[in-house]
């Protein structure tokens, strides 16, 4: 079955930098898109950057540009997140997902990691 | 700024009661790239609906999705208690995917 597994939790200093894995199971990750999105304490979900994984080609939300590097693996079917500068406003927890879309171009997102708590504290 | 608007920001009804969820965009969203998700408290967003109006796999038809152009719909015909919680919709519109701010459906 289709599994996307992340590590628990990471903790960093203020300017940090972290990096998230998302490892797949199930699916080639090659063959589906993979999105990142993080949902701070008692907020919505804030979409991050997708990252089109047989092209090698991202993009990432605005806010986000500069500090964000999404990247894949092949070898081991891994998905990383690199977010660089890191800022209590950061704290999240960090969710992989994966994207499809249909013969009809609808796209959906339809399995999501555990997600993984990221802190940003002194 | 691309932004989605979800109203109304709760939602408070009876089990068997329908429930009517609005997502507007501030531009024009192609129905290819209308999602909707289910959030329970402590777990992952669930996918529901995609493509406006698709139901996922394993989802009930009592959810459906409709709308086109800048207004977006999710309609639970029938409240079961598993369904009291949030919901996101989100668009995959250029390079701007977006998430809704969420409604909370909760119990009256």
């Known amino acids: 079955q289709v599994q996307l597994v992340q590590p628990g939790a990471e903790v960093k200093k203020p300017g940090a930098s972290v990096r998230v894995s998302c490892e797949a199971s199930g699916y080639t990750l090659s063959d589906y898109g993979l999105t990142w999105v993080r949902q701070g304490p008692g907020q919505g979900l804030e979409w991050v950057g997708w990252?089109?994984?047989?092209?090698?080609?991202?993009d990432y939300a605005q806010d986000l540009k500069g500090r964000v590097t999404l990247t894949t693996e092949a070898s081991t079917n891994t998905a990383y997140m690199d977010l660089r500068s890191l800022r209590s406003n950061d704290t999240a927890v960090y969710y992989c997902?994966?994207?499809?879309?249909?013969?009809?171009?609808?796209?959906?997102?339809?399995?999501w990691g555990q997600g993984t708590l990221v802190t940003v504290s002194s | 700024e691309f932004v989605l608007t979800q109203s109304p920001g709760t939602l408070s009804l009876s089990p068997g009661e329908r429930a009517t969820l609005s997502c507007r965009a501030s531009e024009s969203v192609s129905s290819s790239y209308l999602a909707w998700y289910q959030q329970k408290a402590g777990q992952i967003p669930r996918l529901l609906i995609y493509?406006?109006?698709s139901r996922a796999t394993g989802i009930p038809d009592r959810f459906s999705g409709s709308g086109s152009g800048t207004d977006f719909t999710l309609t639970i015909t029938r409240l079961e208690p598993e369904d009291f919680a949030v919901y996101y919709c989100q668009q995959f519109g250029d390079s701007r995917w977006t998430f809704g701010p969420g409604t909370k459906v909760e119990i009256k």
């Open positions: 493509g406006t109006s």
């Open positions: 990252i089109n994984t047989y092209l090698g080609t991202t």
């Open positions: 997902a994966r994207v499809f879309w249909d013969d009809l171009g609808n796209y959906g997102v339809d399995y």
